[in-house]
């Protein structure tokens, strides 16, 4: 079914003049969309793709609608819409906010229009070496916004199966009519895009430098959504070799987040800086991103609370539990210290702008458990169980070589299997659902392994019910904005 309402799916036109951020969150770029001849300079395009990454975040409505959030109970934390309706599994209904599909549905196509000027100015201009990278970087940001789109509105991609399920639309050029037709294609119609978009990217984007790399498709950045990408397609051999690009001499150990280390140590206030710092060698793609998450996933009824403290303060197959930090808004009302608090000045005068906070997109961390997983699915066991150690070796306070050796004896037992694989697949979403609790990861791999979860409710009384997520619920599928279904596009099932 087509859409003929360009302002639903699409608000590029409108939005392209929106506040820019860049690093240091202090630039604006005006871009008059009917005069795209003014993009004329490598300066101007990059200046372009700096609006090439959502500017809104994912994270409220997934990790409320995953196993990483709990019912805290009446009575605890503050009541969110948008909380409350991705807790249930329901429709979410509010459509405005920082943290609503809605938004970063229209966040994501505002980022994919800048990608698609920017690639209309380039084809017009010859910018030499500069032009090449800028495009590379182009292409792999719009084949990263589709890839988000399309595992969050779309059902997750069924390697070696059918996936001729609605996508989502798939915009290759830059709008030049008021109404213009779209399509969702399938689900395997995106990831072909995807993958086109990815492969010339990564091509291009070689040897490309900025001035604030982690804020752009660097190299590195590059091969880690390649190789996430390929975990969810089912090519591992290309997960092994996408991982293993970003650290060519393998030392991933001593580059992930020094979580039970320096962070352990580091002044309460400066953890959140120090996790999401540019400056750190596991951040490879960093965003600035308008989101009120950590506070409602902390100090609302419906986030993280003690029973998913409880959790990541139990032990795993190493034998012991991740290390983490927590903030606290006040009983059973919890935060993970992962999320600065950031305010975008706009008028010096007046003290007025805008809250935002940083988001990773691509971590050093993600790419190596992302190969364990793959070296698993290859039957390469004891490159898989490599992998895992270096992985758990900043995690763990304390850490002991041959007390908190992950082993397949220890994970037999642990997980109470005979079956490597069944044991290994577990160990790898367990440790990547402890290490990355609240950074909008697990749901992708709740649907990616079909893992049937459930949420706790209580009620006035102070009954505790559960409800499960089946494998083959459809509300696994956010459902697409109000607007967009109300033109005309195809809503996904319920």
């Known amino acids: 079914m087509k859409i003929r309402n360009t302002k639903s799916i699409y608000k590029a036109l409108a939005i392209a003049a929106m506040t820019v951020f860049a690093s240091s ?38 990790e409320l609608a995953s196993d990483n ?35 970063y549905w229209n966040a994501a196509y505002s980022a994919i229009a800048a990608s698609n000027q920017a690639l209309e100015a380039l084809e017009q201009n010859d910018f030499g070496e500069r032009g090449k990278q800028l495009r590379g970087e182009a292409l792999l940001a719009r084949a990263y916004v589709h890839h988000m789109l399309v595992s969050i509105f779309a059902k997750a991609y069924v390697i ?4 001729s399920s609605p996508g989502i639309p ?30 010339e990217g990564l091509k291009l984007i070689n040897g490309a430098t900025f001035k604030v790399t982690k804020y752009h498709f660097n190299p590195q950045a590059a091969n880690a959504f390649a190789a996430r990408f390929y975990l969810h397609k089912g090519e591992y051999q290309k997960v092994v070799q996408f991982a293993t690009a970003i650290m060519p001499d393998n030392n991933f150990r001593d580059n992930l987040r020094p979580v039970a280390n320096r962070l352990r140590t580091a002044e309460f206030s400066v953890v959140p ?38 959790f990541l303060n139990s032990k795993t197959a190493a034998g012991k539990e991740f290390y983490q930090r927590y903030g606290s808004y006040g009983d059973d009302k919890l935060t993970v210290t992962k999320y600065p608090g950031l305010f975008f000045v706009t008028n010096p005068l ?36 490599k992998d895992l150690n270096d992985f758990v070796y ?13 082993t397949l004896d220890k994970i037999a037992a642990f997980f109470e299997t005979s079956d490597p694989k069944e044991g290994l697949i577990k160990t790898v979403l367990d440790f990547k659902q402890r290490a990355f609790f609240h950074e909008g990861m697990r749901w992708f791999d709740i649907n990616r392994h079909q893992l049937e979860i459930q949420h706790n409710h209580i009620d006035e009384t102070g009954l505790e019910t559960f409800e499960v997520l089946k494998k083959d619920d459809l509300r696994r599928v956010f459902q697409l904005p109000e607007s967009v279904k109300n033109s005309g596009l195809e809503p996904n099932p319920r």
């Open 273 to 310: 800086l120090e996790f999401m710092s540019s400056e750190g060698p596991y951040n490879l793609l960093l965003a600035n991103v308008y989101s009120s998450f950590a506070s409602i996933a902390g100090n609302g009824r419906y986030g993280l609370g003690n029973n998913r403290r409880d």
């Open 394 to 406: 900043p995690r763990i306070q304390n850490y002991d070589a041959n007390a908190h050796q992950v």
């Open 69 to 103: 959030s709990t019912d805290k109970g009446p009575g605890v934390g503050n009541q969110n819409d948008i909380a409350f309706d991705s807790y249930f599994w329901k429709e979410v209904m509010q459509t405005s906010g920082n943290n609503a599909p809605n938004t």
């Open 25 to 62: 969150c202090s630039k604006y770029l005006d871009v008059n969309p009917d005069m795209r001849t003014d993009i004329n300079t490598p300066e101007k395009v990059a200046q372009l793709l700096v609006t090439a990454y959502p500017q809104y975040d994912y994270l409220l409505f997934t």
């Open 350 to 385: 007046s003290n007025i702008g805008y809250n935002y906070t940083l988001q990773c997109l691509f971590s050093l961390d993600e790419a190596l458990i992302n190969r364990a997983e793959a070296y698993v699915q290859l039957g390469q066991n004891s490159l898989a169980l």
């Open 170 to 199: 798939y915009v290759l050029e830059p709008e030049t009519v008021v109404f213009k037709d779209y399509e969702r294609g399938t689900v395997a119609s995106v990831y072909e895009n995807i993958e086109k978009d990815l492969v």
């Open 160 to 163: 070696g199966g059918d996936n």
